[in-house]
């Protein structure tokens, strides 16, 4: 496991994020939302706590907790007071290591993944985003950790246990914390909490036959909700920041291009934007729009030709808005524990080591509206995906998929 | 306009939050969803930047901004970083006191606002909670902010011009700054952007005669909701913090009784919650849970059930888990100046004043099983009104609305 910190001497508090190799990519067939209920699974007892004392315990060091599972990755994290992280990351360690994974609540924790799975039928645009990423990445990475039903039913206690085993191990994990902490004394504490845990073998993801996915979801309502997704470079790439900016330009902020053209010009929607989305070997960028029905086609079509537009090239005007705006949000980004262990914890899975905020923010003032242009122009959006959720399917232009 | 700050030297940020007497319980007859439209129509250009030199100039200072139209206020926000806070609350002095309120952009602005309003239809939580609000608050206090159609449809650019006239003015508003200023310097710098704001008279709002309302909406789902609301006291209750902390036995964090007893041991549902919402003059708790259609009716029943449990009392262990969770979280929101300007401004419309945290801190050290028991035996969750959304009525018990 690595260990990556930040320690900041002007905090009062410090976080922590957990990141281990137990997303649902690993789900085996038969058996999607493993990963999730695993999850769910873990937070009810461990060590020598059952479900009940082992959140007290860590309610009583005020620790405020969250945890998600993605397509690579599980991730467990918590913020406190600077003086509670010892015995915050005390308590993790018998989460991480040694949970109780109780037999007897296992119906309870499948029913609320059961729950969660079925909540998204009613939330249409979470739907079209699960459903464009579905189609956007090669099985098995672009799954939702949600699963699905028969996968949730099928799983037995013992799945969990082997899941566990399996995908919670030091090696592929990486921890970091921010905030208030001394350096050295962390190390000694987390090689006593985890110094002995026992490596297990990599394991492939296994990808399923992908059925054939249609790109229009029938929804009755009055709402339609447009997805449009394409490939670009992932963060470890040399020119992710030239890829980043260009997403930048088309979404961040009031003066962005979607927002200008999409909603403020035409008030086709409420809601637009466009957000580039990395794992370690692949990225794409993922625009939504939500909008009433007879203003959909009108609202895909504004929206592609914005995509368009932006292979032809950015305004250094509109650099400089973006540039401001990144290194002001880098500053207040500073000042939360919370966000700085997130973004290390990232930092290093992608990168296999972590940058400071000063680092990040010289390769921001190093981009230029030439290199960007460059970019943009040996790397147009391109390969446009449209899946559509609503009452009616659009008319996607001739040479969109 | 009241002026309250709280500087803090160590941090980089500064952060402002705008209170203006500019909610949607004023918004006249026919013309419902009035103050959405006019706060839309206020991030149109203002002073003597039309919307994208605005818009640009907002963010060439990196300024993350937001606004929100509640029943009785309006509120605009913005961090940015701390040498940039004159220059951005210049260009807010315009947008409040000057928008250019432009002609040519009605149609869009409210054509955004329409499309807000249709997206609630897809979003059957939100639906929910706005439709319970509505029944628990007397008109006009539960409105939604999003009006409706018809009288987004009424609205003219006179409409807004007045209401804006009306509801805009420092008689009534509040400017709350956090982060890293200097004090008397601000206090000059808002006097010459506000000091020549001229008054304008206090207006009432007018409730609408209220339509008979149903309890039960029918929705075409495979997802039940659930809401359940009961009158508490408002914020400048001398009990406030009693009662705030029965709601925090109930709902907040993950040993909670709600999250335990519904989620946990009977994996009902995915979500469930309590918050305690107050207005100043009246207050509510309202609960939330959202279920498969065939376990709603179990969701209800049992939620019912904690809620009259918890007017049996609470343990002291339950209290000693919620002080160990606020005190630290009252730590962390120190170190966000977003947070501390939002509260600020919150405590002054509330109070007439503004604690800090460690008075507030103080409040909660204060709190003892007793003192919350107390409080419970003469005010234990009673009037409760259950409202639900989707495919089937659900039997609410006798003597509950």
């Given at each position: 496991m690595v260990l990556v910190g930040e320690p900041t001497k002007s905090r009062e508090s410090a976080a922590f994020t957990f990141l281990l190799p137990?997303?649902?990519?690993?789900?085996p067939a038969g058996r999607f939302g493993l990963a999730s209920l695993t999850c769910e699974m873990m937070l009810r007892g461990a060590g020598e706590r059952d479900s009940r004392a082992w959140i007290s315990a860590l309610e009583n060091l005020g620790v405020e907790r969250g945890e998600s599972v993605g397509a690579t990755q599980a991730s467990f994290g918590g913020a406190t007071l600077r003086d509670n992280l010892p015995a915050a990351l005390e308590l993790f360690a018998d989460l991480l290591?040694?949970?109780?994974?109780p037999k007897d609540q296992l119906d309870q924790g499948r029913s609320v993944c059961v729950q969660e799975l079925r909540s998204v039928e009613d939330d249409p645009s979470h739907k079209l985003m699960i459903e464009l990423r579905r189609r956007r990445y090669p099985e098995p990475w672009g799954?939702?950790?949600?699963?699905d039903e028969p996968g949730l039913r099928a799983v037995k206690l013992g799945d969990v246990r082997t899941f566990h085993a399996q995908?919670?191990?030091?090696?592929g994990s990486i921890l970091a914390v921010a905030g208030n902490f001394d350096w050295q004394r962390l190390c000694d504490h987390v090689e006593r909490l985890f110094g002995d845990w026992a490596t297990a073998d990599d394991s492939a993801p296994v990808a399923s036959n992908g059925e054939q996915l249609k790109n229009y979801i029938s929804f009755e309502s009055t709402q339609s909700h447009v997805g449009i997704a394409y490939p670009t470079i992932p963060?470890?790439?040399?020119?992710y920041f030239q890829a980043w900016a260009a997403v930048g330009v088309l979404?961040?902020?009031?003066?962005?291009r979607l927002f200008t053209e999409v909603?403020?010009?035409?008030?086709?929607?409420y809601t637009v934007n466009a957000t580039l989305h990395a794992q370690r070997d692949r990225a794409a960028v993922f625009c939504y729009a939500g909008t009433t029905a007879e203003r959909a086609q009108e609202t895909l079509d504004v929206t592609i030709g914005e995509l368009n537009r932006l292979g032809e090239g950015i305004e250094a005007s509109e650099l400089d808005r973006l540039k401001a705006r990144i290194k002001s949000s880098l500053i207040m980004q500073q000042e939360s524990s919370s966000s700085r262990s997130g973004a290390l914890a990232r930092e290093w899975y992608h990168l296999g080591r972590a940058r400071t905020l000063d680092e990040i923010g010289g390769l921001i003032d190093a981009l230029t509206r030439e290199s960007i242009n460059g970019f943009l122009r040996a790397?147009?959006?391109?390969d446009l995906l449209v899946v559509t959720l609503g009452p009616e399917p659009l008319e996607v232009p001739v040479g969109v998929s």
């Amino acid at each position: 496991m690595v260990l990556v910190g930040e320690p900041t001497k002007s905090r009062e508090s410090a976080a922590f994020t957990f990141l281990l190799p137990g997303g649902c990519a690993y789900d085996p067939a038969g058996r999607f939302g493993l990963a999730s209920l695993t999850c769910e699974m873990m937070l009810r007892g461990a060590g020598e706590r059952d479900s009940r004392a082992w959140i007290s315990a860590l309610e009583n060091l005020g620790v405020e907790r969250g945890e998600s599972v993605g397509a690579t990755q599980a991730s467990f994290g918590g913020a406190t007071l600077r003086d509670n992280l010892p015995a915050a990351l005390e308590l993790f360690a018998d989460l991480l290591r040694r949970p109780l994974l109780p037999k007897d609540q296992l119906d309870q924790g499948r029913s609320v993944c059961v729950q969660e799975l079925r909540s998204v039928e009613d939330d249409p645009s979470h739907k079209l985003m699960i459903e464009l990423r579905r189609r956007r990445y090669p099985e098995p990475w672009g799954r939702s950790s949600h699963g699905d039903e028969p996968g949730l039913r099928a799983v037995k206690l013992g799945d969990v246990r082997t899941f566990h085993a399996q995908h919670y191990r030091p090696n592929g994990s990486i921890l970091a914390v921010a905030g208030n902490f001394d350096w050295q004394r962390l190390c000694d504490h987390v090689e006593r909490l985890f110094g002995d845990w026992a490596t297990a073998d990599d394991s492939a993801p296994v990808a399923s036959n992908g059925e054939q996915l249609k790109n229009y979801i029938s929804f009755e309502s009055t709402q339609s909700h447009v997805g449009i997704a394409y490939p670009t470079i992932p963060y470890k790439h040399p020119d992710y920041f030239q890829a980043w900016a260009a997403v930048g330009v088309l979404s961040s902020g009031s003066s962005s291009r979607l927002f200008t053209e999409v909603r403020e010009r035409r008030g086709l929607c409420y809601t637009v934007n466009a957000t580039l989305h990395a794992q370690r070997d692949r990225a794409a960028v993922f625009c939504y729009a939500g909008t009433t029905a007879e203003r959909a086609q009108e609202t895909l079509d504004v929206t592609i030709g914005e995509l368009n537009r932006l292979g032809e090239g950015i305004e250094a005007s509109e650099l400089d808005r973006l540039k401001a705006r990144i290194k002001s949000s880098l500053i207040m980004q500073q000042e939360s524990s919370s966000s700085r262990s997130g973004a290390l914890a990232r930092e290093w899975y992608h990168l296999g080591r972590a940058r400071t905020l000063d680092e990040i923010g010289g390769l921001i003032d190093a981009l230029t509206r030439e290199s960007i242009n460059g970019f943009l122009r040996a790397n147009p959006p391109r390969d446009l995906l449209v899946v559509t959720l609503g009452p009616e399917p659009l008319e996607v232009p001739v040479g969109v998929s």
